[in-house]
C-alpha cells in the first residue's frame, strides 16, 4: 500500500509550509486526485486519519479529494473522450494513437490553517 508513503510525503510537506506561516494547526487538506491515479481514495483516507492521531500538528485535520475526470485526446480525430469508458480505443474513429490529457494528477489543493 504505497497510499501510506504518499501521506507521510504530503504530511511533511505541509508541516513545512505551516512552520514557514506560523501556523500551530492544520485544519483541512484539500487534494486533487486524478481518475486513474494509482492512488485508491479510501486507502489514502484510512492511511490520512491513521497518522493525523500520530502528528498533533494535524489532530482532527480533515482530508477532502477532488477527483478529476480521466480525459483522453485521439490523434487520428483530434477529439477528447472519458478514458475509464472507453480505455485506449477512441469511441469516436477507432483510431489506438491516443494518449491522456488529464486524470493522473495527484495535487496539493488548498490548506486551512489556524
Not at 511533511?12 to 483541512?28: F, G, M, T, W
Not at 492512488?39 to 490520512?48: D, G, M
Request: proline content about 3%; some cysteine; glycine content about 6%.
Amino acid at each position: 500500500m504505497h497510499e501510506l508513503g504518499v501521506t507521510f510525503h504530503v504530511m511533511d510537506h505541509l508541516e513545512k509550509v505551516a512552520l514557514e506561516n506560523n501556523a500551530s494547526k492544520i485544519c483541512k487538506v484539500t487534494l486533487e486526485l486524478g481518475e486513474v491515479s494509482t492512488v485508491i481514495e479510501s486507502y489514502l483516507q484510512s492511511c490520512w486519519k491513521w497518522a493525523c492521531a500520530k502528528r498533533p500538528l494535524f489532530e482532527g485535520c480533515e482530508l477532502v479529494v477532488e477527483t478529476l475526470p480521466a480525459v483522453t485526446f485521439c490523434e487520428g480525430c483530434e477529439d477528447t473522450y472519458a478514458t475509464v469508458e472507453y480505455g485506449r480505443v477512441c469511441p469516436h474513429c477507432g483510431s489506438d494513437k491516443t494518449y491522456l490529457l488529464q486524470g493522473n494528477e495527484f495535487n496539493m489543493k488548498e490548506i486551512e490553517v489556524e
